[in-house]
Each structure stands twice: as C-alpha cells, then as structure tokens.
C-alpha cells in the first residue's frame, strides 16, 4: 500500500512539472508567433536612427527604447530600495529575534506580502499628493514608482533570505561556535555563503514581479508617451504599461502585432536579467567560499 502511494505522489508531481512547462511552452510559442514577426529595430528605435537614439540625440516616440530603459530603470530603483531592507530583515528574523518579535513581524510581512498590487499603486499616489502639498515641484515620476515597486517586492525578499538561512543545518552553526566563531563571524563566513543560492532565488522573484506589474506604475508616474526619462522626477515610459494600453486601445491589427512584440521584448529583458543573476549568484558564491 505504501509503495503504490508513493508510485502514484511520484506520477503526480511528474504531471504537475509537466502541465506547468506545457502551459509556460504555450505561453511563449503564442508570444513568438504573434510578436516575432514585429521585432526589429523599427519596433524598438521607430523612424530615428539607431545612432541619434542610442547618444541620446533625439527624443525615440514611435519606438519602445524609452520604455525598455524606463523598465530597466524601474527594477534598479525597486531592488536598490528593496535588497538592503529584505537582507536585513531576513538575517534579522532568521538569526537574531526572539519568539514574540518573529512572530510579529513574521505577520507583519505576511500581510504585506497579501497587499494587491494596485493598494501599493494608491499609496505611492497619496504620498505623491504628499509630497506635492509640501514641495510643489514634485509629481508622479520614476522615483515614486520605484520607491512603490520596492515596496511590493520586499516581503519576497525578506522571507527569501530567511527561509535560505533557517533551512542550514543546524551542525553549521555548531562547529564554527566549537571552533570559537561568534554569532557574526558564523553568519558572515558559514551561513551566508551557503544560503546565497536561496537568497538570490528570492532577488530573481523580486526581479521579475517589478518589471511586470502594471497597476503601481499606472498610479505614480507612466504615461504612454515621454522619452528617456532625465530625472529620477521625469515621467517615463515602460513596457507593461504600453503592453496594456495597446491592448485595450489598438485600433488595427498592426498596432496589436506590436504589443506582442513589446510582450516578447519584455520577456526576453526578464531572461536576460535572470542569466544575469545567475551570474553574479555564481561569482557570489565563489568569493565567499574563498574566504
């Protein structure tokens, strides 16, 4: 009886591993159909040239330059933000606070994690109003979108580098204090090099939550059309949004051809920076073995 359960729990995950890379293998042959066809440099540089929109000589408004950088710009503001606060948190639960202060940040940050998307939106406006109450100079921008998205990806970070750090074994922690490590010297040298894997899962999550969400930035600053942003306090444009606005308002069938294609180019953005991260895991995790 035992042996036939295990039999059919292994066919089960095996199923379920299979339906989710059939789903996401749909996802991305429909998107290569539909938007291949639309990627080229007219799709992303419009009718400047290649050279004038690269050096910044003139405004790109008819290609998806501008809201691939405002995309790329978007996750550096979020995870800047966000990376240090969920580091600290998680190493803080994982490591160093007593039963009733776990517990009650452990809630805390569940909660947040719940928070939908477009409440976090709404908080970056009212503190937009805020701020512009107090300094009429500031409105909804780069920044405030940032600062919101950073805020929607913390709780991913926090329990990432706190479930990486509370799953090591129990013996690491007890030979580097028979070896007479104190508590920071055991997390700087033993734990951490062994949970970056777990850690930087997390940042990967983080990164690919802020570049796809649409109703924060819709609230704190995107618009349609702006350019290359030239402040922190710019509009900007980004390729949710116009993924979005192109699908619920294109007029013809070209029109929607591009949005597939901005969809691609969004996901290929999102490849490109989890190789990277991957990357930088591995290099990471190397020069903190060394030491």
């Known amino acids: 009886m035992t042996r036939l359960f295990d039999l059919l729990l292994y066919a089960f ?5 299979l339906i989710l890379v059939g789903a996401f293998g749909t996802l991305v042959v429909f998107l290569l159909i539909n ?9 992303i540089f419009g009718s400047t040239a290649i050279g004038d929109a690269l050096f910044l ?10 809201a691939i950088v405002g995309t790329c710009l ?3 503001i979020a995870l800047g933000t966000a990376l240090p606060l969920g580091l600290g ?3 803080y639960l994982a490591e160093y606070a007593g039963k009733i202060s776990k517990s009650f940040f452990s809630l805390i940050f569940d909660l947040l994690a719940g928070v939908p998307s477009i409440v976090i939106g709404l908080f970056g406006f009212s503190l937009t109003l805020y701020l512009h109450k107090h300094f009429t100079s500031i409105m909804p921008c780069l920044l405030i979108s940032g600062l919101a998205l950073g805020l929607l990806v913390l709780p991913y970070l926090i329990r990432s580098t706190q479930t990486a750090l509370e799953e090591l074994p129990t013996t690491l922690r007890l030979t580097a204090a028979a070896l007479g490590a104190d508590q920071a010297a055991t997390l700087r040298f033993v734990l951490l090099p062994q949970a970056v894997s777990g850690i930087f899962s997390g940042i990967i999550l983080a990164i690919g939550r802020a570049a796809e969400d649409t109703a924060v ?8 059309t702006a350019g290359i942003p030239r402040s922190l306090f710019s509009n900007y444009e980004a390729l949710p949004f116009y993924i979005y606005y192109t699908a619920s308002q294109f007029r ?4 929607l051809q591009r949005g597939f294609g901005a969809a691609l180019i969004l996901l290929i ?3 490109l920076l989890f190789t990277l991260a991957g990357l930088v895991r591995k290099k990471v995790s190397k020069r903190l073995m060394a030491k």
């Open 57 to 66: 000589k003139r405004v790109v408004i008819d290609g998806l330059l501008p």
């Open 35 to 43: 938007g291949l066809l639309a990627l080229d440099f007219e799709l």
């Open 252 to 255: 013809n069938q070209q029109e």
């Open 13 to 17: 995950t095996w199923l379920c591993g």
């Open 269 to 271: 953005l999102c490849a």
């Open 89 to 91: 948190a998680g190493i």
């Open 217 to 224: 930035i819709m609230l704190t600053g995107v618009v349609a």
């Open 74 to 76: 978007l996750i550096i």
